[in-house]
């Protein structure tokens, strides 16, 4: 059986950080000025703070969090930690000005007009129905098509601002890579990290938008992974499928709790998954064994691959890694 479609979403979740608070100071690399308004978060999650006048920040850390901590500022290279000092630490963050490359990206063979590579991009990052969906910041978005290579690639200095009116939230995404390849089998490829934050709404809209966000998580890869590693796959409505067989999961699948996260071993580089009798997705495990953390994000992200219904969600479908059901 052959995936026709591919989709990754590459999330930088790695490190566990122990403790209550993590405190910092930003600044420049060169000039050791401080950076006010510099964007510190968990990647894929709500948890994040800005720095103040003097460059500071402080943030409140769940102990369960698994998290690469970003730290990103207009203008500048973002830095990544998966090494995170808390308690009486102190991070000290230094930025380095980014190059301005991107102003150097030759496109003179670039046939398409951005009209048409800008839908395209809308559709694949955003998702086919992303109607509640809004980029509020389309022209920083650079786009290439290469007629040879066949492939869309999109580029961007400053994270991309997404307004998801349809589920309550402002994303920010620091796009690190994009690109849609139309050779044979469409493959779809976006890799950044990203920033939740609740859209203030009216308590009517609130209650809409907990509903839409408990319609997001059925049947999503977070809702798949959470019911793997907590052996309720039967109990959340997932079925296992291997060459058009159904198989329990103890068959092919093992489940085993290592420090701060559960390791899976698969026996078979492909299976099919049904949810709820419907929905369909081909799942392909070019690593057989991964781990999935305590938000239920699996690791390495890049090695397996998803078509169908799970693979088809993109950003306007996309939860942050610490919501819960009967949460926010």
């Known amino acids: 059986m052959q995936i026709n479609k591919l989709f990754i979403f590459f999330l930088f979740l790695w490190a566990t950080a122990q403790g209550q608070v993590v405190k910092g100071f930003v600044s420049d690399i060169e000039t050791n000025e401080s950076l006010m308004g510099a964007s510190v978060y968990f990647d894929g999650t709500t948890i994040g703070t800005t720095?103040?006048?003097?460059?500071?920040?402080e943030l409140d850390v769940d102990p369960s969090i698994n998290a690469v901590l970003v730290v990103s500022?207009?203008?500048y290279e973002v830095r990544y930690f998966d090494q995170i000092p808390v308690g009486e630490g102190k991070m000290v963050v230094k930025l380095q000005r980014v190059n301005g490359q991107l102003d150097e990206v030759v496109i003179t063979d670039d046939p398409w007009s951005r009209e048409r590579k800008l839908r395209i991009f809308k559709a694949e990052f955003l998702g086919a129905a992303h109607?509640?969906?809004?980029?509020?910041?389309?022209d920083d978005i650079r786009l290439r098509y290469d007629p040879r290579e066949r492939r869309l690639m999109a580029y961007t200095e400053v994270p991309i601002e997404v307004v998801n009116k349809h589920l309550g939230y402002r994303v920010s995404y620091d796009l690190q890579d994009f690109y849609v390849n139309f050779g044979r089998g469409r493959t779809v490829y976006y890799a950044g990290t990203s920033y939740f934050r609740e859209l203030k709404s009216k308590k009517r809209t609130a209650s809409k938008h907990l509903k839409r966000r408990r319609l997001a998580y059925w049947g999503s890869t977070l809702h798949f992974m959470r019911s793997l590693r907590d052996g309720e796959l039967a109990k959340n409505n997932f079925e296992l499928y291997h060459?058009?067989?159904?198989?329990?999961?103890?068959?092919?699948i093992t489940v085993s709790d290592i420090k701060d996260a559960s390791q899976?071993?698969?026996?078979?580089?492909?299976?099919?998954?049904?949810?709820?009798?419907?929905?369909?997705?081909?799942?392909?495990?070019?690593d057989q064994t991964f781990t999935i953390d305590s938000y239920g994000n699996h690791s390495p992200p890049d090695q397996i691959f998803f078509g169908g219904n799970m693979g088809d969600r993109r950003m306007g479908q996309m939860l942050p890694l610490d919501y819960e059901p009967d949460s926010k």
């Open 131 to 138: 109607s509640g969906c809004q980029i509020v910041n389309e």
């Open 264 to 286: 899976v071993e698969i026996e078979v580089g492909f299976i099919t998954v049904v949810h709820n009798k419907s929905s369909r997705t081909d799942v392909e495990f070019r």
């Open 243 to 252: 060459k058009g067989f159904k198989f329990f999961p103890a068959r092919y």
């Open 51 to 57: 720095t103040n006048e003097e460059g500071y920040f």
């Open 73 to 75: 500022f207009i203008g």
